[in-house]
């Protein structure tokens, strides 16, 4: 495996239910983020971990909860969505926390029904 | 605030008919510019980065140049392989997270 790599591609499920998507990189990267994308808006940063801590929130529900077990392995946890956060969920990686030069997986593409 | 506006939103191009994308934007002391190419289904794949103005960068038929207020990226002769969304998104010395463009969505018709 080669790169940042997402699981799963995609993902259909219900407001009740508890899930989450995977994310692994294969770059020797030391910091990994998680961005939403939506239809015609720009990239909305979520979360990015350097080093495994927490380094930036920006805001989002409670709804979705990071984790970062190590500097290789991203997941996000989603529990009681809501239909607009229906969306494709992308990982990302770079050395270094606030680098313009980002290696992004394929995504995870959530349907929230 | 960081802002970033791509112009136009969608562009539709003959295969050889050469065209520029446009990035304007607005930061407190940039650290640099950077553009994405994003295929259908597919994350964004970094092209290239841009520190200072009058820097320029190439990659095949693709050329980045840079201003103190906008980025241009040229398509010379595009094939429709070149079809694409072309993201921009800058780093300022103010904001601890990129700030992205909304894209622009390139048909190159064969």
């Known amino acids: 495996e080669t790169g940042v790599t997402q699981t799963p591609r995609h993902l259909v499920m219900g407001m009740t239910n508890k899930k989450s998507l995977k994310c692994e990189q294969h770059l020797g990267h030391n910091a990994m983020y998680w961005y939403k994308q939506s239809a015609k808006k720009p990239l909305e940063l979520m979360f990015v971990y350097s080093l495994e801590e927490r380094v930036e929130n920006n805001s989002v529900p409670s709804r979705f909860s990071p984790e970062c077990p190590n500097s290789s392995h991203l997941f996000l946890h989603l529990h009681t969505l809501q239909p607009e956060d229906s969306a494709l969920y992308l990982c990302?990686?770079?050395?270094?926390?606030?680098?313009?030069?980002?290696?992004f997986g394929e995504g995870s593409r959530l349907t929230v029904l | 605030e960081d802002q970033v506006t791509q112009s136009p939103e969608a562009l539709r191009l003959q295969e050889g008919e050469s065209s520029s994308l446009n990035c304007s934007y607005t930061?407190?002391?940039?650290?640099?510019l950077f553009w994405y190419r994003q295929d259908p289904g597919k994350g964004p794949e970094f092209l290239f980065t841009l520190y200072s103005a009058g820097e320029e960068k190439e990659k095949e038929r693709l050329k980045a140049t840079l201003t103190k207020k906008e980025s241009f990226l040229h398509i010379t002769a595009p094939k429709p392989e070149d079809s694409a969304t072309y993201l921009c998104a800058v780093a300022s010395g103010s904001a601890r997270q990129l700030t992205f463009g909304s894209g622009t969505q390139l048909t190159v018709l064969p």
């Open positions: 930061v407190s002391g940039l650290r640099g």
């Open positions: 990302a990686s770079s050395q270094g926390a606030i680098r313009g030069e980002l290696f």
